[in-house]
């Protein structure tokens, strides 16, 4: 069975930030959705070079707002991360074809969106004195929860040493 999953960015700030998830999911398999507006250009020098060079391998689709990424895919199953949730990401189980939606740097997802889908809110576990953990590092832990949970399809498992001298 091919497993799909879907990654969700609500208008990002930061093209660093964007850069390096959008290297996860090109690692990962997983498909990034950029919902405008924006804080950068997606030609920004720092969103490619947080990148590298796998912006080739990444499967991307970009919408204009919310509501235009929401009219697009219906039907869908979202979850929301958000240090408001109450319940734990790796508390949920996540089907194929799941959507993890993450909101800006600065304010995280809109709160009548959490409100609206409360049982779909999810958090990564940290100390109270911390506000949030960095957006790309957020993302890395839901794309990894949930690949870990479907046994990592399609993934190399195994690493192999190159030119190694005991």
């Given amino acids: 069975m091919e497993h799909s999953l879907n990654v ?18 090109a690692a990962t398999g997983a498909r990034l959705h950029l ?7 997606i030609d920004d020098k720092k969103v490619k070079r947080a990148g590298l060079d796998y912006w080739d391998k990444l499967d991307i689709s970009y919408y204009s707002s919310t509501a ?5 895919n219906k039907g869908g199953k979202f979850f929301y991360f958000t240090t408001k949730a109450e319940q734990s990401h790796s508390d949920v189980e996540y089907p ?3 959507f993890l939606v993450f909101g ?3 304010r995280g997802l809109p709160e009548e969106l959490l409100k609206a889908n409360h049982d779909s809110c999810v958090r990564l ?3 109270g004195i911390i506000r949030s953990l960095n957006l790309s590092n957020a993302v890395a832990v839901g794309v990894y929860e949930v690949l870990r949970q479907w046994d990592y399809p399609e993934l190399s498992l195994k690493g192999q040493l190159h030119n190694l001298k005991w």
């Fill in 8 to 25: 969700v960015l609500i208008e990002p700030e930061i093209p660093q930030n964007t850069g390096n998830i959008a290297r996860t999911c």
């Fill in 35 to 41: 919902v405008e507006p924006m804080g950068f250009r």
């Fill in 68 to 72: 235009d990424f929401f009219e697009k």
């Fill in 96 to 98: 194929n074809g799941c």
């Fill in 104 to 106: 800006k740097e600065t």
């Fill in 125 to 127: 576990p940290m100390r």
